[in-house]
C-alpha cells in the first residue's frame, strides 16, 4: 500500500501542476488586448474551454486514481479519472482516463478472457491518501466466479454504504455489462432496457461523460440534453457528470423545454393523458387552421368616406394563396394581409372612379374620339394600401381573419371555447373535450409543454420588424463610429515639428467604421449549454433520457425536433411505465420517427436491490400481468420484507411512530415513506411532526434523514430503507397503480417495510410481522 500512496501523491502532484498552468493561461488570456469583434470572440471562446478543463481538472481530485492493471506482459497502466502524461518523462501516459481503451480491461478482463491482463487491482482513497487495495488474479480458475461480477468486494462495498441522497459515480465499479453499453457508438438510437437496480441511470450518466470524451469538440458545441423524470429525480443524480468533469451538458425535464414557460400547474391525470396523446398534434394544427378565416359574408370596412367591401370568393383564394406556401401561420399573415389589402385598395379606386363617372355624359366617357379615363394609376393604389396598413379598424378587421398568435394564445383561446375545441377536435368525445376546459390564466402544466412547442413550431415567428431593427441599429452603431473616427482625424496633430507625435498611430489608422462599431456590439458570454437553455430550437448533439418510458407521444414529437440527427440514448423498463400516456413498448415508441432503425441493450443483472426484496417485488409485478422480465439480483442482507396492518384511523399516528423507529434502524442512511399520492401531504405532515427536516414531495430535500414521497416522485431514487404505505390504494389510485406499486416496492437497498389498512396483494400478505428474519407467514 505504501507503493501505491507515492504513486498517488505523485499523480496529485502532477494533477495540481496541469491546473496551475491552466490557470495562467486562462489569465493571460483574459489580459490580452483585442482587435475586434472576431478576436474578442476566439478570445471568450479560449477562456471558456480553459475554464471547462479546469473544472475537469478540479473533478479529478476525488478518486483520482481508482486501479491499476498488471499486463502478463509486464505492462503496468494505473486506471482514473482523467488522463495524465508526465511531461519531464517524455510525455509518458501514468494515468490513463477510464474512458480510454487502453483502461477497458479494468472493466471487461475476466478469467475466462483476461485479454492480457495478469492482476486488476482496486485502489481506495479518502482525498489523497490510499486507504486500501483488493487485487483480482485473472486465472483460469477465475471462471468459477458465476455472478461475473468485476472488482465483487469493491461493487458490493459501494452498495453496502449509507445512502447519501445524492447519486454518485460509478467510474470505480463499472460492470462488464455495463461498459458495453457506456461504449456503444454515438449514432443513432440506442434503447437500453434493465428492470430496477440494474444502474439504468448510472450507465446513462457515464455514457454522456464518455461520448463528451470521445466526441469533444463537437457534442461541446452542441451539447448533450440530459431528460430526467422530474427536478427531484435531476437533483439527485445532479453531481454524477459534474464528478466526472463534464459541463457541457444540459440536465431538464420536458416541462422545462420550452423557454419562457413555468409549467408547475397540476391537472387531473385523465387531462394530462388526452394531451399526452399523438392525436393532439392534429388538434393543435386544426386550431391553427381555424384562426385562418375566409367568412362566408366576405369583409366588410369603412375607410375614410367610404365603405368597402371584398365578397367571401376574394377572402378565400387570399387565404389559399397565404397557405399554399407552406410558411408558418404568422410568416404567412403578410402574404394574406398584402392580398386583402390590395383588393381593397383596388375595390376602393373602383367605386371612387364609379362615383366621379357617375354625373359625366357617356358620350365624354366613350365618344368616338375619346381616351379611356383613368382616375388611378399604379401609384395611386399603393399609396390607398398604405393608408388601409395604417388605419387601425383596417387592421384590427383583417387580424379577425388571420390574427398574428403566440403558442400560449393560441392554446388559452382553445382550452377558453367548447366551441373551438369542438372544431379543432372532433374525434375527442365531448367528455375528453371538458377535461380540456379551462378558464384563462390558469397555470400552464407539464402537458401542456409539448402543445406549446406544437403550437409554436406551426406558427413560426414573423420576425422581420425585429431583423429591420437590429439592423437599423447597426446602422446607427457604424455612423457613431464614422463621426468618431471623423473627430480623431480632424484632431490630428499638423505640427510638422512634431515628429514623434506623427509616429503615433491613432484609431483613425487602425480601424474602419464598421471594426470599430463590432468592438462595441454585446459578446454573448454564455456557454453553449446556456445559450441551448434559452433557445426552443436548439438542435443537441446527443439526447439522454432517463426512465423514457413515461413520456407522451406528444413528448417524443418534441424530443424529436431537439435532436434531428437522432443519436440518443434511451433508459428505461416498460414494467415500470406509471404514466397514462407513457410506453406498452419501445417499438410502439420509436416506430414513427426511425422506423426500425434502433438498437436495444438490457441490463440484467440488479446490483441494487437485495434478494429477498427482488423476489417479493417480482412476485407482485408478474400477479398484475406486467411484462415482467425481472433481473437477477445478486446481492442478498438476510433481512426479509415485513408488513404491519392497522386500523384506517390509526394510520398517520401509526406511521409516525413506526419512521421514529425505522429511522433509528438505518443510523446514517436515508429512509423513505413511499405513500398514495392522494395522501401524501396529509401523512407527510404526520411523519415530518414526528421527525423534524422531514422532506415532502416534489420540494423534498433528498439529503435528509427521511422523505415522503409518492411512486412517481420516487421514481430513479434510491434509498437504504423504504416503507410503503397503502400499498392497495396505491395499485387502485392511477391506471397504472400496479407498476407504481412495483417501482416503490424496488427502491430500498437494504430494508423493506408494508404499512396497511386494507387486503395487500397477495405477495405482500404472505409477508410476516416487522423484526422477523424469515417472513413468517410465508
Avoid at 371 to 387: A, H, S
Avoid at 645 to 655: C, E, F, H, N
Avoid at 672 to 691: D, F, N, Q, Y
Amino acid at each position: 500500500m505504501e507503493k501505491e500512496q507515492r504513486r498517488v501523491t505523485r499523480l496529485h502532484h502532477l494533477l495540481d501542476a496541469l491546473r496551475d498552468r491552466e490557470a495562467d493561461r486562462l489569465k493571460r488570456t483574459l489580459s490580452q488586448a483585442t482587435g475586434g469583434h472576431q478576436a474578442l470572440l476566439e478570445r471568450d471562446v479560449t477562456a471558456n474551454r480553459l475554464r471547462e478543463r479546469i473544472t475537469r481538472l478540479d473533478a479529478a481530485e476525488n478518486g483520482l486514481c481508482f486501479g491499476r492493471l498488471d499486463l502478463e506482459d509486464g505492462e503496468r497502466r494505473y486506471v482514473g479519472r482523467l488522463g495524465i502524461l508526465d511531461e519531464e518523462a517524455d510525455h509518458e501516459p501514468v494515468l490513463i482516463d477510464w474512458r480510454a481503451p487502453a483502461a477497458r480491461p479494468f472493466y471487461t478482463a475476466t478469467g475466462i478472457s483476461p485479454q492480457g491482463v495478469r492482476r486488476r487491482r482496486h485502489i481506495r482513497t479518502s482525498g489523497r491518501t490510499v486507504t486500501g487495495v483488493q487485487d483480482e488474479l485473472l486465472a483460469p480458475d477465475a471462471a468459477a466466479d458465476t455472478e461475473g461480477l468485476t472488482g465483487e468486494a469493491a461493487l458490493l462495498a459501494a452498495l453496502d454504504a449509507d445512502r447519501t441522497g445524492r447519486m454518485s459515480d460509478i467510474v470505480e465499479t463499472i460492470q462488464a455489462e455495463q461498459d458495453r453499453i457506456i461504449r456503444a457508438p454515438r449514432a443513432g438510437v440506442l434503447v437500453v432496457q434493465g428492470g430496477p437496480g440494474t444502474g439504468k441511470t448510472a450507465v446513462a450518466l457515464h455514457r454522456a461523460a464518455y461520448l463528451l470524451y470521445t466526441h469533444r469538440e463537437r457534442l461541446e458545441r452542441s451539447v448533450v440534453l440530459l431528460v430526467g423524470p422530474n427536478p427531484l429525480f435531476l437533483r439527485y443524480v445532479g453531481e454524477v457528470l459534474p464528478s466526472l468533469g463534464e459541463t457541457s451538458v444540459l440536465p431538464t425535464t420536458v416541462a422545462d423545454l420550452y423557454p419562457g414557460v413555468v409549467a408547475d400547474g397540476a391537472e387531473p391525470a385523465g387531462t394530462a393523458e388526452i394531451k399526452g396523446r399523438a392525436i393532439m398534434a392534429e388538434v393543435v394544427a386544426a386550431a391553427v387552421r381555424d384562426r385562418q378565416r375566409a367568412p362566408d359574408d366576405g369583409l366588410e370596412i369603412v375607410h375614410g368616406r367610404e365603405t368597402v367591401r371584398i365578397g367571401p370568393d376574394v377572402c378565400r383564394r387570399a387565404r389559399d394563396r397565404a397557405r399554399a406556401g407552406g410558411l408558418p401561420h404568422n410568416r404567412a399573415r403578410p402574404v394574406f394581409v398584402g392580398l386583402v389589402i390590395d383588393a381593397l385598395a383596388r375595390r376602393i379606386a373602383e367605386q371612387v372612379t364609379a362615383s366621379v363617372l357617375d354625373g359625366v355624359p357617356v358620350e365624354a366617357i366613350d365618344g368616338p374620339e375619346a381616351e379611356p379615363l383613368v382616375l388611378f394609376e399604379e401609384d395611386d393604389i399603393e399609396g390607398i394600401r398604405r393608408e388601409l396598413r395604417e388605419d387601425p379598424e383596417v387592421c384590427a378587421a383583417i387580424d379577425e381573419l388571420w390574427p398574428p398568435l403566440t403558442p400560449r394564445r393560441l392554446l388559452t383561446d382553445l382550452y377558453a371555447s367548447p366551441e373551438r375545441l369542438a372544431s379543432a377536435a372532433p374525434d375527442l368525445t365531448p367528455a375528453e373535450r371538458a377535461l380540456l376546459l379551462r378558464a384563462p390564466g390558469s397555470p400552464w402544466t407539464p402537458a401542456d409543454v409539448p402543445l406549446l412547442d406544437e403550437a409554436a413550431e406551426l406558427l413560426g415567428e414573423d420576425d422581420r420588424a425585429a431583423r429591420e431593427a437590429a439592423e437599423a441599429e447597426h446602422r446607427d452603431r457604424v455612423a457613431l463610429a464614422q463621426e468618431a473616427l471623423d473627430v480623431s482625424y480632424g484632431s490630428r496633430s499638423t505640427d510638422a515639428e512634431s515628429e514623434e507625435e506623427a509616429e503615433i498611430l491613432a484609431a483613425h489608422d487602425l480601424l474602419d467604421a464598421r471594426r470599430l462599431a463590432e468592438r462595441h456590439e454585446e459578446t454573448d458570454h454564455r456557454t453553449p449549454a446556456e445559450r441551448a437553455a434559452a433557445d426552443r430550437t436548439w438542435a443537441f448533439g446527443h439526447v439522454v433520457v432517463d426512465e423514457a418510458q413515461e413520456l407522451s407521444a406528444m413528448d417524443w414529437r418534441l424530443l424529436m425536433r431537439r435532436c434531428p440527427n437522432r443519436s440518443m440514448t434511451l433508459v428505461g423498463d416498460i414494467a415500470q411505465t406509471g404514466s397514462p400516456a407513457g410506453a406498452s413498448s419501445w417499438r410502439e415508441v420509436l416506430a414513427p420517427y426511425v422506423g426500425d432503425r434502433w438498437r436495444l441493450e438490457r441490463l440484467e443483472v440488479n446490483y441494487r436491490t437485495p434478494a429477498e426484496i427482488a423476489e417479493i417485488a417480482a412476485e407482485v409485478s408478474a400477479a398484475s400481468g406486467a411484462p415482467c422480465d425481472p433481473p437477477r439480483a445478486v446481492r442478498s442482507t438476510g433481512t426479509r420484507p415485513w408488513r404491519t396492518r392497522v386500523a384506517p384511523d390509526d394510520l398517520p399516528v401509526a406511521l409516525a411512530a413506526l419512521v421514529v423507529e425505522e429511522a433509528a434502524e438505518v443510523g446514517e442512511g436515508r429512509l423513505a415513506v413511499i405513500v398514495p399520492s392522494a395522501r401524501l401531504e396529509e401523512l407527510g405532515r404526520a411523519v415530518a411532526a414526528a421527525v423534524p427536516g422531514t422532506g415532502v414531495g416534489r420540494d423534498a430535500r433528498l439529503e435528509a434523514s427521511v422523505v415522503v414521497l409518492d411512486a412517481a416522485r420516487a421514481k430513479g431514487l434510491e434509498f437504504d430503507s423504504v416503507v410503503v404505505v397503502e400499498p392497495e390504494r396505491v395499485v387502485a389510485g392511477a391506471p397504472r397503480g400496479a407498476n407504481d406499486l412495483y417501482v416503490a416496492l424496488t427502491r430500498a437497498t437494504r430494508r423493506l417495510g408494508v404499512l396497511h389498512t386494507g387486503e395487500p396483494p397477495a405477495a405482500l400478505a404472505r409477508l410476516g410481522p416487522r423484526g422477523t428474519d424469515a417472513g413468517a407467514g410465508r
